[in-house]
């Protein structure tokens, strides 16, 4: 009956053992299969965070260009047909002491 006893220590000693080895092994497996994930996530969100500072690149090269007086100017004369301001229709406002035009 001690031989049984003891073989059956022996066999739940074994299951415990090989229970703890199996659980190491698949947290190990996860683990590595979430680093994984992780490294094509990183990946994928640097090839993104890239690709918006070129776009961001591009639009301060179209503000810049679009801010630009001559294109303001050009804009200005040739799709709304302005003209600069005659003498006749500048007002001097006397409290500032700047000059407005009445554009109205």
Request: net charge neutral.
């Amino acid at each position: 009956m001690a031989r049984r006893q003891e073989k059956k220590k022996g066999i739940l000693i074994w299951l415990l053992l090989s229970l703890a080895a199996i659980t190491v092994l698949s947290f190990y497996i996860w683990h590595q299969a979430r680093s994984f994930q992780l490294g094509i996530e990183i990946s994928r969100l640097e090839a993104e965070i890239e690709a918006l500072r070129k776009d961001v690149e591009l639009l301060e090269i179209e503000k810049a260009s679009l801010e630009s007086l001559e294109l303001v100017e050009r804009v200005a004369r040739d799709r709304l047909n302005l003209r600069p301001a005659r003498a006749d229709q500048i007002i001097f406002d006397r409290k500032s002491g700047e000059e407005s035009g009445t554009g109205r």
